[in-house]
């Protein structure tokens, strides 16, 4: 989240009384992230006042974004706490702000937890896995834009930024996601809706307890196993080094297994795509720091991070057996 394009107060009250929501009380632009526009919002009607993001959609398309739209309509009506879309008097929920595809969710409850342990963790994911299972009869389809074509795309582009020893360790672990893409268990992999960016400040919890999941702009068809390895990379290890952490890791994948049990392809493939969400991450970061946009409280994330991460992820491989 940061700001790319000013709203002014009058075309977000405008939008406000298009919805019916109320009057504008407080407009607010957000700082962190790097993809969107978002502003929160405070609407007050006669039962007093409201809070909401409003997101303005600077890469993804119009075309693009009912899949992510109507996706978290979908999984607030099945039950999964995650933001609803505010729909105007017509039902539609994708609508124009300042000349940009726009979107008004309801803000959720409480904060980020971004020191999390092994509870914290069991939640999220036995969460995300309820998230997957209600994802099945999702009808629309959009592929995950930032998977293994994206990747392939982009690292060409990257790689004149690097010295020699990170370029040499991009190129052997785009050259081994390749491979493990060809194999037949990478093809067994259960896949449907994923969330692909569920980091710690895209979960909110109030007095310990989860109470969503939000910042679906990632989202789209891939293996559900992709989706837990990128939250276990977040959620399960050191941030200083990257080291995994065992015992939330444990946690988290107890609970997931509790909701949906793992298949044999995916205990077979955690490790190569616990190494795929390091590097999906290095790659957009790289791209972010190097290729940087213009914006308002714009601070682009250290892509060395996921460097650190990958590495461990090479060096001390995790395998479904360790977690139990």
């Known amino acids: 989240m940061a700001v790319f394009t000013e709203v002014s107060a009058d075309e977000a009250r405008a939008l406000l009384r298009a919805l019916k929501l109320g009057e504008l009380r407080e407009l607010r632009g957000i700082q962190s992230g790097i993809e969107n526009t978002n502003y929160f919002v405070t609407a007050e009607d006669m039962f007093g006042a409201t809070e909401y993001v409003l997101t303005l959609f600077e890469r993804l398309t119009a075309e693009q974004l009912p899949f992510y739209l109507h996706l978290m309509k979908h999984l607030a009506q099945h039950g999964i706490p995650v933001p609803d879309p505010a729909a105007d008097k017509d039902g539609d929920i994708l609508h124009t702000v300042a000349g940009k595809p726009a979107a008004l969710v309801n803000k959720l409850a409480g904060g980020h937890e971004l020191a999390p342990g092994p509870d914290h963790c069991s939640q999220v994911g036995a969460m ?26 982009t ?28 194999s037949s268990a990478w093809q067994a992999l259960p896949r449907g809706p994923v969330h692909a960016d569920l980091f710690r400040d895209n979960v909110m919890f109030d007095g310990g307890q989860l109470t969503g999941f939000f910042d679906f702009y990632f989202a789209g068809i891939d293996a559900w196993l992709f989706d837990l390895a990128v939250c276990l990379n977040d959620w399960a290890i050191d941030l200083p080094t990257g080291r995994h952490d065992p015992e939330r890791a444990r946690a988290f994948v107890a609970a997931y297994a509790s909701v949906r049990p793992l298949t044999a392809a995916e205990r077979q493939l955690l490790p190569a795509m616990l190494r795929a969400g390091a590097l999906r991450f290095w790659i957009s970061r790289l791209w972010d720091f190097h290729l940087p946009r213009e914006a308002s409280l714009l601070k682009p994330h250290d ?16 395998t479904a057996a360790a977690l139990g």
């Open 155 to 182: 690292v060409p582009v990257v790689l004149p930024f690097l010295e020699p020893e990170q370029a040499a360790l991009l190129r052997s672990e785009l050259a081994f996601q390749n491979h493990v893409a060809g």
């Open 303 to 318: 892509p060395t991070h996921f460097e650190r991460v990958l590495r461990q992820r090479i060096a001390q491989p995790v």
């Open 128 to 153: 995300l896995a309820r998230m997957h299972l209600a994802g099945r009869d999702y009808k629309r389809h959009q592929p995950n834009l930032r998977s293994l074509a994206w990747w392939n795309e």
